[in-house]
């Protein structure tokens, strides 16, 4: 019979030891899991972020290209149209717009003087405007639109007119031949412009009625004056257009202050800032 005999101090295993390799290896294990899934969470927020950047430039770009295209196609159209913007102004709103000798009175409006030759080209060019109000504000072009618009304004008022009436002014004619001044005459519709124009002034909103001749009686020179003051700055602000078109296209420059009139587009809202700051 054999007899075996352990002796702990030699052949004893020493549990603390094991304990302590074991729970080493288990929180080597558990910072290697946690790490790793530190990274990857690292990661997938840097690939989101990556994401969303790219996401916004493509989107960037996006709208780049098509306000160049906005802006470009703008450009061309204005040159199509000025020159009816150019009648319009020398030939139906300005001062001396229908003001004739008395041998020259005409009865009925020629095409030049006529609502359905300078709508077409006005709306052509507004159309573009009103699709695209935003960016024109950015580069300072809704002033001149503003202006376009209120031509559009004051040409329908003239719709339904079939035929001239004049009637003696205050203006005068310049006769070169005898050197003299000679009585003019004046359509008498012409007179709702300045009308209309300051009723907006003072506040008041578009009358979409206005298309009658009573308007004579109602106009001052004071009115007139005024008149001509705001068609003389929208006529300005239409004209630059072009200057504006060219910087975009060219420099890339922009107006810092960006303050859409189309909220109130018949509210006249540059013509009074620009007063008020002649004022000061």
Known sequence: MFNFVFNNSHFGIDWGNVVAVIMSGFIGAFGAIYVGNKNNET????????INIQRELWSKDAYIKYEAEVITECKKIYDEVFQYIWQFESFFISRFAFVVTKDKLKKEFDKNNCYEYYIKPFNKLNHIFLKNKQIFAKYGLDKAFQGLNLYIYLLTSTKPIKEIIYSPCNETIKDLNNNCDIPAYRAD???MFPFLI????????IILNA??????????????????????????RIEEMDDIFNKIMLVGEVNEKILPSYINEYSLGYYKEYKKGQQK
Not at 198 to 205: D, K, P, T, V
Request: glycine share 6%; proline share 0%.
């Open 43 to 50: 990661q997938r927020e840097l690939n989101e972020k990556q």
């Open 189 to 191: 519709f012409w007179y």
């Open 198 to 205: 300051n009723h907006l002034l003072n506040g008041g909103g």
């Open 211 to 236: 298309h009658c001749t009573n308007y004579k009686s109602q106009v001052t020179n004071d009115m007139i004056e005024i008149y001509e003051d705001v068609i003389f700055y929208y006529k300005d």
